[in-house]
């Protein structure tokens, strides 16, 4: 596939590359965490996309910060006096994401699938400004995309220190590596790698 990703290519070829482990069990919000935190579920207290709620009882998706017991890096990046943009392709992820964030102007940070809900209060942008970038289907290809459209389209006047840009799983859950549904997703993300790093 790397025929497919010239420009990674070349990253990959004159930069670093490390391979690392991954959190388990293998699920969005965990890994997410992972990155994130730096630390492993067993720290952060992300242990799945769902838990028995203690309280309650009840089935519980794990998608309140309340359950995040680490601080992110990028909180941490923000405190410092960088500018953090973040944008995640699923909105269940998003308040994980943003813990810590204070929307004053240095960070925004919304999930492609409820753009249009976006707040300046609660994601540092205001949604109804991006209202004609209509939000794709989460079960497409199309949302993964939309995540680096809206994350390029900011840069100009955002002009973030730190970008975390979260996609889905869709395209590795329905292609194998070698269809044409992989490899296109593959360039498309080639293609906006070329303009974050222009």
């Not at 955002?158 to 840009?165: A, E, G, M, S």
Request: with cysteine; proline share 7%.
């Amino acid at each position: 596939w790397w025929a497919h990703m010239p420009l990674l290519s070349r990253m990959l070829e004159h930069g670093t590359e490390h391979v690392v482990d991954g959190a388990m069990p293998s699920f969005t919000n965990p890994n997410n965490m992972s990155i994130i935190t730096g630390a492993p579920p067993s720290v952060h207290g992300i242990c799945g996309n769902y838990l028995i709620d203690p309280a309650s009882g009840a089935p519980t998706m794990m998608n309140s910060p309340a359950w995040l017991r680490a601080p992110t890096i990028l909180a941490a990046f923000q405190s410092a006096g960088a500018r953090v943009l973040v944008v995640t392709a699923k909105d269940k992820l998003r308040q994980l994401l943003g813990k810590g964030l204070v929307f004053d102007g240095s960070a925004i940070c919304f999930s492609t699938e409820r753009l249009a809900q976006a707040t300046l209060p609660d994601n540092g942008i205001d949604g109804s400004a991006l209202a004609h970038l209509q939000p794709a289907s989460v079960y497409s290809s199309e949302l993964s995309e939309a995540v680096f459209a809206r994350g390029v389209s900011l840069l100009p006047s955002h002009r973030p220190d730190f970008t975390y840009l979260s996609t889905t799983d869709y395209v590795q859950h329905k292609y194998a590596p070698e269809e044409d549904g992989a490899i296109a997703f593959y360039r498309m993300i080639d293609g906006y790698l070329g303009q974050l790093l222009a």
